[in-house]
C-alpha cells in the first residue's frame, strides 16, 4: 500500500505525463515490492549530490532484492530503477527531482507502462516496468513437475504408465 508521499508522486508523475499526451502509468505490485525494498536498502545511505540523478545507484544485493519481491530477473532488463534523496521528502522537491532531471527522459518515454513507488526516510525510489517480457517483472519461474522429477523420470514414468495402461 502507498504512503500518502507515495500516492502523490505517482499522481504527480501522471499528470506530468499526461500533459506530455503520454498515458499514465499503472500501479504495479511487484514494482513497488522492488522500490520499497530498493529504498529500504538506500535508507542509511546520506543524501549527497554523488547518488542523485544517477539511474541507478549500486546495489550489491539487487538480485536479492528482485528475489524477495518474486521477481523473474530476466524480466526485469526493460525497467528502471529512479532513486532520489530529499531531506524530509518534500512533496514538491521529490516530483521535481523526477520531472527536472536526467530521470526526466524514462518519464517522457511511453514504453514505460507501469510504475512502483517506495520510500524509506529520505529516499523515495520509483520502479518503472514495460509491458514487454524484458520489463513486465513477472513472477519469478516456478518449477514445473517435470523439471522437479528431472525429465528422464518423466520419460519413465510415461512409459510405464502407458505399459500398465496395456496391459
Request: glycine share 6%; charged share 20%.
Given at each position: 500500500m502507498l504512503t500518502d508521499d507515495e500516492d502523490n508522486l505517482l499522481q504527480?508523475?501522471?499528470?506530468?505525463?499526461t500533459s506530455l499526451g503520454i498515458p499514465v502509468l499503472t500501479k504495479h505490485k511487484k514494482a513497488a515490492c522492488l522500490a520499497d525494498e530498493v529504498?529500504?536498502?538506500?535508507?542509511?545511505?546520506?543524501?549527497?549530490?554523488i547518488n542523485i540523478g544517477v539511474k541507478s545507484p549500486p546495489l550489491s544485493n539487487f538480485n536479492r532484492l528482485v528475489?524477495?519481491?518474486d521477481i523473474d530477473i530476466n524480466t526485469t532488463r526493460d525497467g528502471v530503477v529512479l532513486p532520489v534523496?530529499?531531506?524530509d521528502l518534500v512533496p514538491t522537491l521529490v516530483l521535481t527531482n523526477y520531472t527536472h532531471s536526467s530521470y526526466a527522459q524514462y518519464l517522457n518515454n511511453s514504453k514505460f507502462a507501469g510504475a512502483g513507488v517506495g520510500s524509506e526516510d529520505d529516499w523515495m525510489v520509483v520502479v518503472l516496468t514495460t509491458n514487454t517480457a524484458a520489463g513486465i517483472f513477472a513472477s519469478g519461474a516456478h518449477q514445473s513437475v517435470v523439471s522437479e522429477i528431472g525429465w528422464k523420470r518423466y520419460v519413465v514414468c510415461?512409459?510405464?504408465?502407458?505399459?500398465v495402461y496395456l496391459v
Open positions: 504527480g508523475i501522471n499528470s506530468f505525463r529504498a529500504e536498502d538506500l535508507e542509511n545511505q546520506p543524501c549527497t549530490s528475489k524477495k519481491c534523496c530529499v531531506h510415461l512409459l510405464l504408465g502407458s505399459l
